[in-house]
T-cell receptor, first 113, second 113 residues
Framework: AQTVTQSQPEMSVQEAETVTLSCTYDTSENNYYLFWYKQPPSRQMILVIRQEAYKQQNATENRFSVNFQKAAKSFSLKISDSQLGDTAMYFCAFADSNYQLIWGAGTKLIIKP | EADIYQTPRYLVIGTGKKITLECSQT?????MYWYQQDPGMELHLIHYSYGVNSTEKGDLSSESTVSRIRTEHFPLTLESARPSHTSQYLCASSAGGARDTQYFGPGTRLTVL
């Protein structure tokens, strides 16, 4: 069965620092998609970044980038120049079929002023 | 901000009551999902729908039921609420399947006394 592991339950950094959230997954498939979603306190979950496994290039969205290591089954999220508004729960998720997402347990990220 | 709405946002109710959690989206998405999430924990899929008159159970067993009579509407019903149903319920939709971006509602936080 596919699994997604986020080994850091909680992290905190100072504003403007760079932070990396880790995510590993387990699958025997070759074609799949990976996601990072952000759930701010009392606000809606939103997509941060999406990566297609067959694409070699790491996805980026402004200050957010991923380090996708397919052989190692690793999909970390890097947040550069962190801002107070980045405080949130961050969930890593995996989809191989069109059926459903497999979610990690989440990392609570606190950005300190 | 995604156009997906959930009501009520908060609900406190006594054991044995019947409740319906509403979810509506204005994006014309065929795929809709219900997740159950305990505070600070991962999401568990309890129901999904691929279109009108299509509903399936997710991996997490749930005593709730859903219906999909209109594309934009995906209500979840609990016939007899119990304290074990206390949780947050998130509704989401997507244009494609699990590999596509999911758009989430704000959630309903349910407390059963």
């Amino acid at each position: 069965a596919q699994t997604v592991t986020q080994s850091q339950p909680e992290m905190s950094v100072q504003e403007a620092e760079t932070v990396t959230l880790s995510c590993t997954y387990d699958t025997s498939e070759n074609n799949y998609y990976l996601f990072w979603y952000k759930q701010p306190p009392s606000r809606q979950m939103i997509l941060v970044i999406r990566q297609e496994a067959y694409k070699q290039q790491n996805a980026t969205e402004n200050r957010f980038s991923v380090n996708f290591q397919k052989a190692a089954k690793s999909f970390s999220l890097k947040i550069s120049d962190s801002q107070l508004g980045d405080t949130a729960m961050y969930f890593c998720a995996f989809a191989d079929s069109n059926y459903q997402l497999i979610w990690g347990a989440g990392t609570k990220l606190i950005i300190k002023p | 901000e995604a156009d997906i709405y959930q009501t009520p946002r908060y609900l406190v109710i006594g054991t044995g009551k019947k409740i319906t959690l509403e979810c509506s989206q204005t994006m014309g998405h065929d795929k809709m999902y219900w997740y159950q999430q305990d505070p600070g924990m991962e999401l568990h899929l309890i129901h999904y729908s691929y279109g009108v008159n299509s509903t399936e159970k997710g991996d997490l067993s749930s005593e709730s039921t859903v219906s999909r009579i209109r594309t934009e509407h995906f209500p979840l019903t609990l016939e007899s609420a119990r304290p074990s149903h206390t949780s947050q319920y998130l509704c989401a939709s997507s244009a494609g399947g699990a590999r596509d971006t999911q758009y989430f509602g704000p959630g309903t936080r349910l407390t059963v006394l």
